[in-house]
């Protein structure tokens, strides 16, 4: 067979046109290019917590029996805070009541739901075992239990702890200047003095302010049982120097 190569020539250039003019029409989208981003997303403030966090345990005298409830100590205390350090926020937990024993104190504890970074703990116990008639060795089981449990809740701080001595409240009308009863205040003090001053914890005594209380009227309550507003004012202020130390800032 004899080939035309004219017409062969002719039929690839056709081809070729075809051929490019179809791919020119194609309407082709190429996939996107997936770009990875290593970018941090922002990270969306968390509650902060308040700028101190102050938890008082105890019975009577922390709560504040027959005084108004900015006039118990551990509200003084907080109110003295901030006026020294320039109003800062602070946050007070009070667990007492009027009654209570180390027992009783013991048992409200472990039903709170408490978080373990207060920078600042006072405890405040020990005349209800007097006043009941409690045999003196659960005293000396409980009260170690008890400070053990103040200080876990302090940050786990020993150093955040202010323990204050029992009242005596033999000098106010209802105890009638009964020798018995500061003589048992002395026992109770004593020993809670001692196991401070073996564990290095900061022990702050206010029991002779309370035993003005006959001389002075002005230094007991209404129900001429508890410390007055007054009284608790002259419990603040020996705590106070301490209480600033142990936040960070230092008296005038």
């Not at 922002?42 to 027959?66: A, F, H, N, R, V």
């Not at 029992?166 to 009638?176: C, K, L, R």
């Not at 029991?207 to 004012?233: C, F, M, Q």
Request: charged share 25%; aromatic share 10%.
């Amino acid at each position: 067979m004899k080939l035309n190569f004219s017409m062969l020539w002719v039929g690839l250039v056709f081809f070729l046109c075809i051929s490019c003019s179809s791919n020119s029409d194609l309407n082709v989208e190429e996939p996107e290019m997936e770009i990875e981003d290593n970018t941090e997303p922002e990270e969306t403030p968390s509650d902060t917590k308040s700028s101190l966090k102050i938890l008082s345990l105890g019975d009577s005298y922390t709560i504040g029996e027959s005084v108004c409830d900015t006039c118990r100590f551990p509200e003084q205390l907080k109110d003295s805070i901030k006026e020294k350090i320039d109003n800062q926020d602070i946050e007070l937990k009070v667990i007492a009541r009027t009654g209570w024993t180390t027992t009783a104190l013991k048992g409200a504890i472990e039903n709170e739901t408490l978080a373990k970074d207060y920078d600042l703990a006072t405890l405040l116990i020990g005349v209800n075992n007097q006043y009941q008639r409690r045999p003196f060795d659960i005293f000396e089981k409980e009260f170690p239990e008890l400070v053990s449990e103040a200080i876990k809740y302090a940050n786990g701080k020993k150093d955040n702890l202010i323990v204050v001595s029992i009242p005596d409240y033999a000098f106010t009308p209802f105890g009638n200047a009964d020798s018995n009863i500061s003589q048992d205040i002395n026992k109770y003090n004593s020993h809670i003095e001692n196991y401070c001053k073996q564990y290095g914890i900061t022990y702050i005594f206010i029991t002779d302010i309370t035993r003005k209380g006959l001389e002075n009227p002005n230094l007991v309550a209404s129900d001429g049982l508890h410390p007055s507003t007054s009284a608790y004012t002259q419990f603040v202020s020996r705590i106070l120097p301490y209480a600033l130390e142990k936040i960070g800032y230092t008296t005038d």
